[in-house]
Structures are given as structure tokens and as C-alpha cells.
């Protein structure tokens, strides 16, 4: 959990719909920053994907909206699931 803004674009919101639109976008080459509001689910699914997912390099999970908002490269591209 880096600091550094490596991230294409950023995903709040880890749902079925979240977790699945987030591995698309890794399989197909964008480093993604992920940030749930529950941080044991976000944390789950990073674990998860470190585990089972090829793409997983590309996955970045963050415990603080300030350090997810730092992690995504300029200008910031983040997609909000509620």
C-alpha cells in the first residue's frame, strides 16, 4: 500500500459489481486502486485476488481515502458504486 501515484484509475465501492468490474480492468492492463468504506471487505478482496487472480500485481488496496486519492495517477479517474 504505496503512497506513490502508480494507479490508472480508482474503484470505491467493492460489491459483486465492484469486485468484478475491478479484475476486468486489471486482466486488461490498468493498475487499479480499490477503497471500500468497510476496509475488512476491501482487505478480503485484495487477499483473494493476491491468491487466485494472475492479474493481481495491478490490484492496489488502500485503508484511507487519502492514500487512495494519492495513489491514482493525475488527472484522477475514480468510479463510485453505491
Known amino acids: ?12 465501492g467493492l460489491a459483486v459489481m465492484g469486485q468484478n468490474l475491478v479484475l476486468n480492468m486489471a486482466d486488461h492492463g490498468y493498475h487499479v ?22 492479474s493481481s ?4 488496496g488502500y485503508d484511507t481515502l487519502e492514500n ?3 495513489s491514482i495517477k493525475r488527472p484522477r479517474k475514480v468510479i463510485l458504486l453505491v
Do not use: Q, W
Not at 500500500?1 to 470505491?12: Q, T, V, Y
Open 57 to 60: 500485481k495491478r490490484v492496489h
Open 33 to 54: 486502486s480499490v477503497y471500500n468504506r468497510t476496509t475488512a471487505r476491501m482487505s478480503a478482496f485484495v487477499d483473494r485476488v493476491r491468491s487466485e487472480e494472475p
Open 68 to 70: 487512495f486519492v494519492a
Open 1 to 12: 500500500m504505496s503512497n506513490e501515484a502508480n494507479s490508472d484509475i480508482g474503484l470505491i
